[in-house]
């Protein structure tokens, strides 16, 4: 079951990133190394976002603590990532992230004929982060 889950949430990704190839750019709002975590988040930059998340904390527990404590944007760190197609932050933070903190499966099924087109022009996200 779990495996079909799986299946269906890379299956929705992939759709998901050909019907919005959106590009964003994230600006932090501080100097904060919550905020840098955020934006590293954003840019899918696996290894800055690793270098943020060790930086903060004394090791594997701070690092779990971290994921399932700092917020970007409201959202927690998985939620972000999902939100914004970073792939590669979002499954090493989903796999780390616990209870309300994870993104949960679900199937979609869009008419990708009628989405709009993206444009070239990167959108521009203000990132912050809220500790809970």
């Not at 079951?1 to 600006?27: D, E, H, P, R, W």
């Not at 696996?46 to 060790?54: N, P, R, V, Y």
């Not at 679900?106 to 444009?119: E, L, N, P, Q, S």
């Amino acid at each position: 079951m779990t495996c079909f889950k799986i299946a269906g949430l890379a299956l929705a990704l992939s759709f998901s990133s050909l019907a919005n190839a959106n590009t964003y750019q994230f600006v932090g709002t501080d100097n904060t190394p919550e905020t840098k975590f955020c934006v590293s988040v954003g840019n899918n930059d696996i290894g800055q976002m690793k270098s943020k998340l060790l930086m903060m904390g004394k090791g594997l527990s701070d690092v779990r603590r971290n994921i399932n404590t700092i917020n970007c944007n409201d959202l927690s760190a998985a939620k972000f990532a999902f939100k914004y197609q970073a792939h590669d932050t979002f499954k090493y933070l989903n796999e780390r992230s616990m209870g309300k903190n994870r993104v949960r499966p679900t199937v979609t099924i869009r008419d990708i004929a009628k989405v709009d087109k993206a444009t070239d022009t990167p959108i521009v996200v203000y990132v912050s982060n809220r500790l809970k």
